[in-house]
């Protein structure tokens, strides 16, 4: 590994093999600071756990995000940063609860299972999509593209109630606004990607805000409209940025999370044949995959007051990087952690956070990989990766950008 002194989450290893790499970060030490990207990186599970419940470590950004940005570029992202405004991960009580509250009810376990017939259908259609692909180009695929981009936007669409037919931008829009949230300002096209992704999702979704209000169906979108003029419903703007959080969290780590458990089970052929027989407890399989390479490598959080934590000092202002990949093997707290055990009772992992910042569409998330998983691997018992694995440089995610695979 390189020198624990620099460490680097866009390094090539940090890109490529995240969670060996955040593993001997948290060897070195539970929670050390980042020159290179001035933040502390807390990468121990006890850590991690204790750090989640404190209320001193906020995700409070908007105004620091707002008072950074040049005159200019505030008005390019105007847009953009009215959607963020309405993003509860970005805030914290009360106004967390005021925009979560509203959304809580639809994504329950039990309200979730009412989607499950219609994830099988879709699994089962892109399966088959899945196959002519690979039937014209050699028997490969990029599972990417065919599969784990793809079905978690579908999946997200059917839940807002958008038509099959007006669904073409919706796997490719989270990506976009992945340039405002993550800060790509390197992007010589920043401000116009910034610009036209804040822009699109009022378009797209304004005419069926309009169609919903007149006539409601059962869907999320019905729902949140249905409660716009209450006192403790949503703006219309703010029902924008609820959409755009569940589009842009839902789909993307929905979707590096598809790929992550795919390329374990394929690195493991008597795990992949557990599941795929039904020899594997699928609950207890599901939470082990999600241990083992979670979409998200890590969190943000900002220092929001003076204190120690596992013998350092923060202050109030600093970056803080919770290394979720690196807890989730903490040999501290797994026994064998770098080993795929589906059957790992119990499995305290910290993919989805914890606290009032628990992940909400985790049940979907769970859901979806329950329905896919399985099916793929009956489909195509002989499913193989066939050419290398790319990965999305980021800081915070863990997310394949390509999986050739022969099927």
Not at 15 to 40: E, M, Q
Request: proline share 6%.
């Amino acid at each position: 590994m390189t020198d624990l002194d620099v460490i680097d989450l866009l390094s090539d290893q940090a890109v490529d093999d995240a969670p060996h790499f955040l593993g001997a970060v948290r060897d070195a030490a539970p929670i050390s600071w980042s020159s290179r990207h001035k933040a502390w990186i807390i990468a121990g599970h006890p850590e991690l756990d204790e750090a989640f419940r404190d209320r001193r470590l906020s995700t409070e950004r908007m105004d620091a995000f707002r008072a950074r940005l040049p005159p200019r570029r505030l008005e390019a992202l105007r847009a953009s940063i009215d959607l963020l405004d309405g993003w509860m991960l970005f805030h914290e009580p009360p106004t967390h609860g005021r925009l979560r509250a509203p959304l809580n009810r639809s994504f329950t376990p039990k309200a979730m299972a009412s989607l499950g017939p219609r994830i099988s259908a879709l699994v089962d259609q892109f399966c088959d999509e899945m196959a002519a692909d690979a039937a014209a180009n050699d028997g490969v695929t990029d599972i990417v593209e065919t599969l784990t981009h793809p079905l978690p936007a579908a999946v997200i669409a059917e839940l807002f109630g958008v038509p099959v037919d007006e669904r073409h931008w919706l796997a490719d829009w989270s990506e976009k606004f992945g340039a405002v949230v993550f800060g790509a300002v390197t992007r010589p096209d920043y401000e116009d990607a910034a610009r036209e992704a804040g822009e699109e999702l009022g378009r797209e979704l304004g005419p069926l805000f309009d169609r919903y209000r007149r006539e409601p169906e059962d869907n999320l979108l019905s729902l949140l409209l249905a409660a716009e003029t209450r006192n403790d419903g949503l703006t219309t703007t703010e029902i924008l940025g609820a959409c755009s959080i569940l589009l842009f969290a839902g789909h993307d780590t929905t979707s590096s999370f598809l790929g992550s458990a795919l390329l374990t089970l394929l690195a493991n052929p008597a795990a992949a044949d557990d599941l795929r027989s039904g020899r594997a407890d699928l609950e207890l399989a599901i939470e082990e995959l999600l241990r083992l390479d979670a979409p998200a490598k890590a969190m943000m959080r900002t220092v929001a007051e003076d204190h120690e934590r596992g013998g350092q000092h923060l202050r109030t202002g600093e970056a803080v990087f919770m290394a979720i990949i690196g807890a989730n093997r903490d040999p501290r707290v797994f026994d064998e952690p770098d080993t795929v055990r589906l059957d790992r009772s119990p499995n305290p992992h910290l993919t989805f956070g914890y606290g009032h910042h628990f992940c909400l569409g985790a049940a979907l998330a769970r859901l979806e990989a329950r329905t896919a998983l399985p099916a793929l691997l009956r489909r195509f018992p002989d499913m193989a990766v066939a050419g290398p694995v790319t990965w999305k440089a980021s800081i915070s995610d863990r997310s394949a950008a390509s999986i050739p695979s022969r099927l």
